[in-house]
T-cell receptor, first 111, second 113 residues
């Protein structure tokens, strides 16, 4: 069945470092792909999305490109801030209209 | 625009008790979802409504969980009786329609002792 695999965390970085969080998916067709962020004590917030191959989603300095050939949707940011510390979830939406989430990756950014 | 509202934010109960959660979706959103997020895992869909009808409840443990969306707006999720393994965050989400972006509420954190 459809699934999402994320790199395990925590990812620990110093402020202004470059961030990559890997995400790969398994699906029989062409799903829409999402990154959600969950700050401590809060619900999920949509960070960015891409609906077709080669689309690039971007928001708040974060980017991810939908790569069909590698079935990946890696999240990147050129310079992280302490305020980016959160749990990041990769997810896909396909035929069933059910969001399928990865297990989440915790990011910790230190000054 | 107001987001998805949920209450209560926190609930502590003993096993075998009952509990109910409430969700008010974004105005005009036809589709409403309830997810269960166990600590350290991604959210998993429990039930999906389109207006006041159930679209998918295949992952809902129907012997103890029930949900309704009367009048196609607010929704309640109930657990009766609760088990220890029901300790989780219960997230409500809504979207304008099927297969559209889902927007999440802050969640209700349930602890069953």
């Amino acid at each position: 069945g459809d699934s999402v695999t994320q790199m395990e965390g925590p990812v620990t970085l110093s402020e202004e470092a470059f961030l990559t969080i890997n995400c790969t998916y398994t699906a029989t067709g062409y799903p829409s792909l999402f990154w959600y962020v969950q700050y401590p004590g809060e619900g999920l917030q949509l960070l960015l999305k891409a609906t077709k191959a080669d689309d690039k989603g971007s928001n708040k300095g974060f980017e991810a490109t939908y790569r069909k050939e590698t079935t990946s949707f890696h999240l990147e940011k050129g310079s992280v801030q302490v305020s980016d510390s959160a749990v990041y979830f990769c997810a896909l939406l396909y035929n069933t209209d059910k969001l399928i989430f990865g297990t989440g990756t915790r990011l910790q950014v230190f000054p | 625009e107001a987001g998805v509202a949920q209450s209560p934010r926190y609930k502590i109960i003993e096993k075998r008790q009952s509990v109910a959660f409430w969700c008010n979706p974004i105005s005009g959103h036809a589709t409403l979802y309830w997810y269960q997020q166990i600590l350290g895992q991604g959210p998993k869909l429990l039930i999906q409504f389109q207006n006041n009808g159930v679209v998918d409840d295949s992952q809902l443990p129907k012997d103890r969980f029930s949900a309704e969306r009367l009048k196609g707006v607010d929704s309640t999720l109930k657990i009766q009786p609760a088990k220890l393994e029901d300790s989780a965050v219960y997230l409500c989400a809504s979207s304008p329609g099927l297969k559209e972006t889902q927007y999440f509420g802050p969640g209700t954190r349930l602890l069953v002792l």
